[in-house]
């Protein structure tokens, strides 16, 4: 089955960086946007950045100039390089990527099982 598997989130300072990962594995034909969102406790899910395949990015204006979104085709793989974190940061991020699945041959959304990422002031 199609899996997205999000890395390296974890507990940094305020001022330090992260660096997420989604690798997406499985029956993966061709992966088109691909996106990080958050979700902080008693908040709404946000969209936090996204790309075309064509590497075009969008961001939330909350992190323009501290995030970066990038992704590697060859390798069904975004990444997120967070700087300049913020408690206001922490939340659980979410990879999403519209797909197509050779196993259901079809095109969907898939959501990764999320990773946490908590700054300390």
């Known amino acids: 089955q199609v899996q997205l598997v999000e890395s390296g989130g974890g507990l940094v300072q305020a001022g330090g960086s992260l660096r997420l990962s989604c690798a997406g594995s499985g029956s993966i034909v061709s992966i088109n946007d691909m996106a990080w969102h958050r979700q902080a406790p008693g908040k709404q899910r946000e969209l936090v950045a996204a790309?075309?395949?064509?590497?075009?990015?969008t961001y939330a204006d909350s992190v323009k100039g501290r995030f970066t979104i990038s992704r590697d085709n060859a390798k069904n793989t975004v990444y997120l390089q967070m700087n300049s974190l913020k408690p206001e940061d922490t939340a659980v991020y979410y990879c999403a990527a519209d797909l197509i699945d050779g196993g259901l041959l079809r095109r969907g959304n898939y959501w990764g099982q999320g990773t946490q990422v908590t700054v300390s002031s």
């Open positions: 790309i075309t395949r064509g590497g075009t990015t």
